[in-house]
């Protein structure tokens, strides 16, 4: 049975507080819309954005050259995104029509689809829509997270119990400065595949690793249940490191792409190692496999 362990948060957070984690303000100009466009343009974009942020790469790779650089995964997603915003993309009434035929320029790349591409056309369909029901994007809540949420879910796209997207939008809107959110205690850590690997390896979750490497698919209560135990821990963390969730997340994105990969981890570059479940027994499993979803 898994559990949180407790006194591992506890030194993971005495770590953290000596790596110096900082926020990020989602202002490089390739990925993100500049930041004296009208506000309904630039929720629009990261509301739509964050709609279709999950897995990219399932059978393959989802990664390309735009404009003369490499790009991979969600890089490559925020930088078509940020092509078709300039070409006015992310209007709440062209969402509410978008066709497939429009949607290659945003979720393909070298004449090849993103591997749910249909079903992120149908997200993004129900995001215009549903943004339109409420008189455009710039009515969504921006000064409670709790009232975020629950405006939010009515989106198709944000209906995760475990809030990865709408947390993940609260952490771009609250790094941009486009919302004021007063209820602080409302936030996490957006929960996906690499903050559960790295809560896993890390041990701040203590499971069964036989398990992460059976490479068996967990079903949606297993998978929600579990994200529900990393979100937890990740909290205590946060709680002993005092630091903001989205300062923490802003962190752990960077390492679990960098340092705690999903293969070959660079564990003799990694400021945890001395504290970490997984160096210290020498496995480094996966995350818990949950595909067939668009929730993170
Ligand atoms: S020591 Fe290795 S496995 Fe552990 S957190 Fe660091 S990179 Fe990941």
Same mark, same amino acid.
């Given at each position: 049975?898994?559990?949180?362990?407790?006194?591992?948060?506890?030194?993971?957070? *005495?770590?953290?507080?000596?790596?110096?984690?900082?926020?990020? *303000?989602?202002?490089?100009?390739? #990925?993100?819309?500049?930041?004296?466009?009208? #506000?309904?343009?630039?929720?629009?974009?990261?509301?739509?954005?964050?709609a279709i942020d999950h897995r990219t790469s399932l059978w393959e790779p989802f990664e390309g050259v735009v404009e003369g650089e490499f790009f991979h995964g969600a890089d490559l997603l925020y930088r078509l995104g940020r092509l078709a915003y300039g070409r006015g993309f992310f209007k709440a009434d062209k969402l509410a029509q978008l066709r497939p035929d429009e949607a290659d320029v945003l979720l393909s790349i070298n004449g090849k689809r993103v591997w749910d591409f249909h079903t992120r056309v149908l997200l993004l369909r129900d995001v215009g829509k549903k943004a339109l029901r409420i008189g455009?994007?710039?009515?969504?809540?921006?000064?409670?997270?709790?009232?975020?949420?629950?405006?939010?879910?009515?989106?198709?796209?944000?209906?995760?119990?475990?809030?990865?997207?709408?947390?993940? #939008? %609260?952490?771009?809107?609250?790094?941009?400065?486009? %919302?004021?959110?007063?209820?602080?205690?409302? %936030?996490?850590?957006?929960?996906? *595949? =690499?903050?559960?690997?790295? !809560?896993?390896?890390?041990?701040?979750?203590?499971? *069964?690793?036989?398990?992460l490497e059976s490479g068996v698919e967990t079903t949606r209560e297993e998978d929600i249940r579990l994200?529900? #135990?990393?979100?937890?821990?990740?909290?205590?963390?946060?709680?002993? %490191?005092? /630091? =903001?969730?989205? !300062? /923490?997340?802003?962190?752990?994105?960077?390492?679990?792409?960098?340092?705690?990969?999903?293969?070959?981890p660079k564990c003799d570059a990694c400021p945890f190692k001395d504290v970490c479940k997984a160096h210290s027994l020498r496995r480094y499993p996966p995350e818990h496999l949950h595909l067939a979803t668009w929730y993170y």
């Open positions: 049975m898994e559990v949180i362990d407790v006194d591992k948060a506890e030194a993971v957070a *005495n770590v953290l507080k000596t790596v110096g984690v900082k926020r990020d *303000n989602y202002l490089d100009p390739r #990925l993100y819309p500049p930041p004296d466009d009208p #506000l309904e343009d630039q929720i629009g974009y990261f509301v739509a954005m964050t455009g994007f710039a009515n969504i809540p921006r000064d409670s997270l709790k009232k975020l949420k629950e405006t939010i879910k009515q989106m198709r796209a944000y209906e995760d119990p475990v809030e990865k997207k709408v947390l993940l #939008l %609260a952490k771009f809107l609250d790094g941009r400065r486009l %919302a004021d959110f007063k209820d602080i205690e409302e %936030a996490d850590v957006p929960v996906d *595949n =690499h903050v559960s690997r790295i !809560a896993y390896r890390l041990g701040i979750v203590d499971l *069964n690793y036989d398990f994200r529900e #135990l990393v979100k937890t821990a990740w909290r205590i963390v946060a709680k002993f %490191a005092d /630091l =903001h969730p989205f !300062a /923490l997340d802003d962190y752990l994105w960077n390492f679990g792409r960098r340092i705690c990969t999903r293969e070959n």
